[in-house]
């Protein structure tokens, strides 16, 4: 059996992606996990997997003196993971992206262990850029992605299987939803959104008088007395459920989610990210709405929500491109590379 150390973290999304393979996989691989004790620690242990913690310097994207210190911090946290692949002897390093990845890969390659990196977005990050030359090869969720790197190959987004599992009639149940009216599904992220939550609450009697809403509005972000057809939940691991109950999605425009939603042919309302981001969920979202899968609302934009909403809500232009889209799972074929990279045993250093 072979061993598969996975690394990634820093928000949900380099986790999320990481546990869809490691759930594949667990029965005929020994997979384990290496981060920090941030959101990914909480996520994998919940999951049943062992945990490596190691201390992993961020870069401050902005003139800031704790990025003096990032060099001395990243030799102790590479130092730090090499000593956890030296014991625990992986066949391979398995990579979803973020700062909490890169002790592990650069560690990997010392080791001469194989290493895979995987890249969501349409522009590569930061750490995708670091580790790229020390990974055999770096697989994309997009084609254009890939062509970026010499080794780059696109093989789709990883989609968590139980996402596509749902069933409308039982998720309506599940939620207290109403069996005929339209139901509009609200994500903000992993943290939720506070510019959309505010948005949404503020037209909120509009909204009703249309939809039922499921409202996901991240840790801490519940109203008290809400109004009947008004569904909160701060965090809802039944995905699948809250997929299929809802006919229209407002939410950011992280690629995982975007994947998720194509694959589901679910008509969304995207609201990119701005500040504190590198710009990648705007691009994910122009590129998917020059293909005619979704409508874009820039966030200063919001108080125009209401009418948006509708807009999507009654685009058939957008929901016949849906129907005809193809979005393939990239399970299979992140599994089949993991299983040929992993073939040959790790050689010493």
Do not use: W
Request: proline fraction near 5%; charged fraction near 25%.
């Amino acid at each position: 059996m072979k061993t598969i150390l996975f690394t990634g973290g820093g928000s949900a999304g380099h986790v999320v992606p990481n546990l869809a393979i490691m759930n594949e996989i667990r029965y005929s691989h020994r997979v384990i996990y290496m981060g920090t004790n941030g959101i990914e620690r909480g996520l994998v242990e919940k999951a049943g997997y062992t945990f490596f913690e190691i201390e992993c310097p961020k870069l401050v994207r902005s003139l800031s003196l704790k990025n003096l210190t990032i060099p001395f911090r990243l030799k102790k946290a590479v130092n730090a993971a090499r000593e956890i692949l030296e014991r625990e002897q992986p066949d391979l390093v398995f990579s979803k992206g973020g700062f909490v990845s890169y002790p592990a890969v650069a560690a990997a390659h010392k080791l001469k262990i194989p290493a895979l990196t995987h890249e969501s977005d349409l522009s590569a990050g930061l750490c995708t850029k670091l580790v790229a030359k020390k990974c055999e090869r770096v697989l994309t969720s997009f084609p254009e992605t890939a062509k970026l790197f010499k080794n780059g190959e696109y093989v789709g987004s990883p989609i968590r299987k139980e996402i596509l599992r749902g069933e409308r009639s039982r998720a309506k149940k599940k939620f207290s939803l109403s069996p005929e009216k339209p139901v509009l599904l609200i994500l903000g992220g992993g943290s939720g959104s506070r510019a959309i939550n505010e948005a949404v609450r503020a037209d909120l009697k509009r909204l009703l008088s249309h939809f039922d809403i499921l409202h996901l509005t991240g840790k801490g972000n519940l109203i008290k007395d809400a109004p009947e057809g008004y569904i909160q939940r701060e965090f809802e691991q039944d995905m699948g459920s809250a997929y299929a109950a809802c006919d229209l999605v407002l939410c950011r425009a992280g690629s995982n989610t975007l994947f998720e939603l194509l694959a589901l042919k679910k008509p969304c309302l995207l609201v990119p990210l701005k500040k504190g981001s590198r710009g990648d969920q705007l691009e994910n979202a122009l590129y998917f709405e020059k293909k005619g899968l979704c409508r874009v609302l820039d966030e200063g934009s919001l108080p125009l929500l209401f009418e948006e909403l509708m807009k999507t809500h009654r685009d058939e232009a957008l929901k016949n491109a849906l129907e005809e889209a193809h979005i393939g799972n990239g399970l299979s074929n992140i599994i089949s590379l993991i299983d040929k990279y992993a073939a040959t045993p790790p050689a010493q250093a």
